[in-house]
């Protein structure tokens, strides 16, 4: 790591040594520079709150947005806390219910893919090998961050408790290799992202939007026939969470094209609608519309109308 990352580093060690009580104080005092001071992509998250959910009232929008602003603080110093947090303390705050199927799939000799959204805290659904029995390759596709050292922090918070991250160019190979070699595996999809304009091949109305999705989760499902499942999270108090697997497929090459993904953004819409303030508003999830996409495809076909004729000219 260089200078500035290492430092980082051990500051968050540091962290992470004090109490949640503690943190939690920092993370009130993180929070008013943030929402009052900063006012950090307060105009994005008002966006998308309003057009989200336009039935509410100003007032009502107004408290999901602090409540969103004090969660992600929340989020930040329970992400640190990370770095040192015991087996024990992590499994007592994060509790997974309907693991027991997903360890009787994995006894069968199947796997399983599980799609995830970015409902705070995502980062302890880490934990989730503390809980399964069986012998199984388990993991979570991830985007790798710009500076590599923050990416490979990252990497270490993620993969303490046995889990591995996967890059996601890297995803269908590994899960590919997985399959042929007969390796069980359960592998977390947080695919509520924004496709590239190239990765875009279906939209779906998504909090009463017309939204560009991802559906590499689903393909790749159906290419190994794994089980399909979606993970539902809740927050139980301040600090402890609840996450409910929820059965989408049995094998998913037995599903129809899409329904995987139209389905998943169904149960991320409810989820929103009972605890919208755990979703991760501060991401510009619908900069891609079907207008810019539309005049994007036009564009390239123009493109490849004219070097063609240039390449007739040229044999002419």
Same mark, same amino acid.
């Given at each position: ?15 992470? @040594? ?69 087996? &024990? ?33 995502? =980062? ?27 990416? *490979?922090?990252?990497?270490? @918070? ?22 042929? =070699? ?43 026939? &794994? ?20 059965? *989408? ?39 891609r519309t079907r207008e810019g996409y539309a005049k994007r495809e036009q564009k390239r076909a123009e493109d490849k109308r004219r070097l063609v004729e240039r &390449?007739?000219q040229g044999k002419g």
């Open positions: 790591m260089n200078f500035f990352c290492r430092i980082v580093w051990g500051g968050c060690y540091v962290l992470s @040594l004090l109490p949640f009580c503690v943190l939690y104080i920092l993370s009130d005092i993180i929070y008013f520079f943030v929402y009052y001071c900063i006012g950090y992509r307060r105009k994005v998250v008002r966006m998308n709150l309003r057009n989200s959910f336009p039935n509410k009232s100003s007032e009502e929008l107004k408290l999901i947005e602090r409540k969103f602003y004090k969660t992600l603080c929340d989020y930040f110093v329970e992400t640190i806390k990370m770095r040192t947090i015991s087996e &024990a303390e992590v499994k007592r705050r994060m509790e997974f219910v309907g693991v027991d199927d997903i360890n009787e799939i994995l006894v069968q000799g199947k796997s399983v893919v599980v799609y995830i959204a970015h409902s705070m805290n995502w =980062e302890y659904i880490t934990s989730l090998p503390l809980h399964l029995k069986c012998d199984a390759e388990i993991g979570q596709i991830y985007h790798p961050l710009e500076n590599r050292y923050f990416d *490979m922090a990252f990497i270490k @918070l993620r993969e303490r408790f046995g889990s591995s991250s996967i890059a996601m160019a890297h995803t269908l190979r590994r899960i590919v290799d997985f399959h042929r =070699e007969k390796k069980n595996f359960v592998i977390g999809f947080i695919a509520d992202q924004v496709p590239t304009w190239e990765a875009i091949n279906h939209w779906v109305t998504f909090m009463h939007q017309d939204t560009p999705v991802f559906t590499g989760t689903e393909k790749i499902a159906v290419r190994v026939g &794994a089980a399909v499942y979606y993970l539902s999270m809740s927050r139980v108090r301040r600090g402890y969470f609840k996450a409910t697997f929820l059965k *989408m497929a049995d094998d998913a090459s037995k599903t129809e094209e899409f329904s995987l993904t139209n389905d998943y953004f169904k149960l991320v819409e409810k989820d929103l609608e009972r605890e919208p303030w755990l979703w991760l508003w501060t991401h510009k999830r619908w900069k &390449a007739k």
